[in-house]
């Protein structure tokens, strides 16, 4: 079996990588763990010296990783660069805060002393996504490593290069042989992956389908599992909105990465006495944004990563307009070599159709019209995810009070939802369990071990 590389702006083949046999999978899952048996007991200044050089090292490379992200997965490339700048500032925010993360918090007891220590549980498998695809392994990776676990890398299989190329950085920057490795690996090759005794614990971002199948074959195994899964963001517009900034802001939250992202605002919640207005707003802003190559600088909407996701992305598109959706604009891949979709936004959409009912990766908007905050509040939680939700009111008071009542993992008042080293980042429902990012997301795979001493 083998991974093949393709180009989505062009659908040419780029590379091809031989997917590894289940003997040298059992051999790296063993060198990983005899790597843990020594970097468990490295100081945390030793691993914060490593994930600075780390940080240099991606700023330093940050033209070439960029480009690679644009050739194997089509992101626009200014977009790819903040990736990398994103890459090194956790991997700087851990090493400069896990040590206070960490530390050992006394309890008082009917001990002489006792306190809550946390211990690294040993080898973490990380199973990531295309979407970011440096982003989403460095986010894991960095607070797990700083914790001192090992880990171990099954990445999504159209991104190979990009998935030997992060395996490179760590040995480039001086972390200990083995702390860190790719499998190059299908979906298939998982289960196994996770029933080995070295494993301990299972981080997945992708598909709700993915995290079940993970989450079944952990919890057989009695593994702790983080997952990171679907949205279907809510971005809710209300009366007192500043109409034109909120539709500026709904256009590049919806085509961030080319409409590929879990915390994109994907379903427009819009109160009924400005919908019109918004709507031309949103038109002209979606309309204006620049299709083309992902390897020019002026580009803001590159491919979809792959042909059969652009196809599945455009069968939703026309199964929700012949159930009643008004297309507004796009609405038809685009002409030419490559998996080109264009800045899309279906009007009208109601419950009983795609655009509704399911997650459109792509760049795709649903605009539902509300009549008051209560039936706002009902579309926005009449969905099996919850990821993320922007309200936008320039009474911050209110937009705050609506998002309190939103069901999801983090909610934004007149900002487009992002994800950041220094706050949490999950999901409730179907969007997943447990967190990422600041201390939440060290203490995730840690052992939480009481000390008690008479």
Known sequence: ??????????????????????????????????????????????????????????????????RLMSREMGKPVAEARGEVEKCAWVCEYYAQQASAMLAEQPVASDASR???????????LAVMPWNFPFWQVFRFAAPALMAGNAAILKHSSNVPRCAMTIEELFTETGFPADVFRTLLVGSSGVDSVIEHPHV?????????????????????????????????DPFIVMPGADLQQAAMAGARSRC???????????????????????????????ARLVIGDPLDDATQVGPQARGDLRDELHQQVLTSIAAGARLLLGGQPLEGPGFFYPPTILAEVAPGMPAYDEELFGPVASVIRVADEQQALTVANDTPFGLGCSVWNRDARKAEALAARVEAGAVFVNGMVKSDPRLPFGGVKASGYGREL???????FVNVQTVWIA
């Open 1 to 66: 079996m083998s991974m093949v590389s393709i180009n989505p702006a062009s659908g040419e083949q780029i590379e091809t990588f031989e997917e590894y046999d289940a003997t040298k999978v059992m051999d790296i899952i063993e060198r990983v763990h005899r790597a843990w048996l020594d970097w468990r007991y490295a100081s945390f200044d030793q691993r914060s010296a490593r994930f600075l050089r780390m940080a240099r090292h991606l700023r330093d490379r940050s033209a070439d990783l960029a």
């Open 114 to 124: 006792s306190c809550v220590a946390y211990r690294p549980l040993g080898v973490v």
């Open 200 to 232: 301990r614990a299972v981080t997945l971002t992708g598909s709700e389908r993915a995290g079940r199948k993970v989450a079944a074959k952990a919890g057989q195994m009695l593994k702790k599992t983080v997952l990171e899964l679907g949205g279907s």
């Open 256 to 286: 961030l990465n080319s409409g590929q992202s879990c915390i994109a605002a994907k379903r427009f919640i819009v109160f009924d006495e400005v919908y019109d207005a918004f709507l031309e707003h949103f038109g002209d802003a979606m």
């Open 438 to 444: 600041a201390r939440f997301g060290i203490q995730e």
